[in-house]
């Protein structure tokens, strides 16, 4: 078939001829071309493709004509469709349906149950626990009632129990949480013991034999796992005596103050510690918190030492045991032995000062630095101690558990404090020039010393007392 024929046909106003496809009476289409008037053009077919492509087309017409009237054709409305499904209908019309990522199916999940633990349904049982922490990262030890910039260290093992469901909530008093001694800022620990109320996997019966003890939780380990690095427990004890408390079962405490011994006189300030044992009255070497309203200061040391710390050069320790000790006593006392020891004062300050009748104001004075004070142990009535070192199963007695050398914690401490001021200072102090040192190896610079006696005092505790109790009167009726 020629081309001249193709374009002769083409430009008719009817079907093109037999020659250019089939004949349409095959196909039965004569009738529906006269019933639609002759008019379908298809134009220039020039490749046989577009001869099937009219064809195509004129069956769709033969088939809509044969099936009547159609409802109008609905065409999508693209202007509320989104940018994704825009490009795919893009890729679709061209052909390109293999490049469509398909859209991940959405799991519809069910909502998860609650994971909040029904402590009605489990036992509890009262245990006791031995932890070592620095204090350097934090506000103390105590939860305390208002917003700190440091967390305490309660408050780290608060949210560990709580997270591994051993206590129902937060709060110390729900799970009778007491504390062996209270730390201050910065202030570390070597043995410091709490104790409350935890939930248990075994009934009350089966918590009094010892032979259960591999059943129950691993309380040491599993807090070990969620607690920061700086906090440690060693040593549980799963059977504490009856009505034991922390706070009030302890029968001593054990302080360690380390110190560098340049420039002081350590034989005198040897001396000057031996007169802080016995029962005194330490109102003056301590921090009155009107809030506390405590009234009575009295409290006894049973020794204190200035010991040379073996295997570190020029380093002392200042070795302080007593039954319970105030808010900030021991940076007080070793505050006036540093003064003791640079013979800013005579060693007799330490008789003014613990006499109330002379002295019944404290002297304003710095502090010792916080970081060297370390609480290095706390001692009970015999108690059956696990230590962590042999899990669960191996249990010791406490008289076995004393044997434990934490010397290598303390050392690694002394270290640590000692990088910080590593560069000793050597500053060449004018003549007028004091500097006092409060054991941070910088010290506070005096224009002027002035003697312990010549200074201003503070308001005597039953003052402060006072003054605290008016001052929450008179917020109270304002309230009102």
Not at 137 to 143: E, F, K, M, P, S
Not at 435 to 454: H, I
Request: glycine letters at 6%; charged letters at 30%; aromatic letters at 10%.
């Amino acid at each position: 078939m020629s081309d001249a024929h193709r374009r002769s046909c083409a430009q008719r106003q009817y079907f093109p001829c037999h020659k250019c496809m089939l004949t349409t009476e095959k196909f039965g289409a004569t009738k529906n071309l006269q019933s639609h008037g002759g008019k379908l053009m298809f134009g220039y077919f020039n490749v046989g493709t577009g001869l099937i492509m009219a064809r195509k087309r004129l069956f769709s017409v033969m088939s809509v004509q044969s099936k009547g009237p159609t409802e109008p054709s609905k065409v999508p409305d693209y202007t509320n469709w989104t940018k994704k499904q825009l490009l795919k209908k893009i890729l679709e019309l061209e052909g390109r349906e293999d490049e469509i990522e398909e859209t991940p199916l959405q799991v519809v999940r069910p909502p998860k149950e609650s994971t909040e633990l029904d402590f009605s349904k489990y036992h509890s049982r009262k245990i006791a626990l031995r932890f070592s922490y620095l204090g350097w990262n934090y506000q103390g030890l105590a939860v305390q009632r208002e917003a700190t910039t440091l967390p305490t260290v309660e408050f780290e093992i608060l949210k560990a129990l709580h997270r591994t469901k051993m206590i129902k909530s937060l709060t110390p008093s729900d799970c009778d949480f007491s504390r062996c001694g209270r730390t201050d800022k910065g202030v570390s620990a070597m043995n410091q013991v709490i104790s409350l109320r935890v939930r248990s996997k075994l009934d009350p019966e089966e918590q009094k034999d010892p032979l259960n003890d591999p059943k129950e939780l691993d309380y040491v380990n599993i807090l070990n796992k969620i607690v920061p690095d700086d906090i440690k427990f060693h040593a549980i004890c799963l059977r504490p005596p009856e009505g034991f408390d922390a706070r009030f079962s302890c029968i001593g405490r054990h302080y360690k103050y380390i110190f560098e011994g340049e420039g002081l006189d350590i034989e005198l300030m040897r001396k000057a510690a031996k007169k802080f044992e016995g029962v005194h009255d330490f109102r003056n070497f301590c921090k009155v918190d009107g809030a506390k309203q405590i009234t009575n200061f009295v409290r006894n040391v049973f020794s204190a030492e200035i010991l040379e710390l073996k295997g570190h050069d020029n380093l002392y320790v200042f070795d302080l045991k007593g039954k319970a000790f105030l808010w900030h006593q021991v940076r007080c006392m070793m505050a006036i032995l540093f003064q003791v020891g640079q013979k800013l004062e005579n060693d007799s300050i330490i008789d003014y000062l613990l006499d109330i009748e002379k002295c019944p104001r404290k002297p304003l004075y710095n502090m010792a630095h916080d970081i060297p004070l370390v609480l290095y142990d706390c001692t009970f009535p015999e108690m059956e101690w696990i230590d962590s070192a042999e899990g669960i199963k191996g249990m010791r007695s406490s008289s076995r558990l004393k044997a434990l050398n934490h010397d290598y914690r303390l050392k690694n401490l002394i270290s640590d404090f000692q990088t910080e001021i590593s560069i000793k200072h050597s500053l060449s102090v004018s003549p007028g020039i004091v500097c006092e040192n409060v054991g941070d190896g910088l010290g506070a610079f005096l224009r002027k010393y002035t003697p312990m006696k010549d200074r201003s005092t503070s308001k005597s505790p039953e003052e402060l007392n006072e003054a605290w109790r008016l001052k929450k009167g008179d917020k109270e009726d304002s309230d009102e």
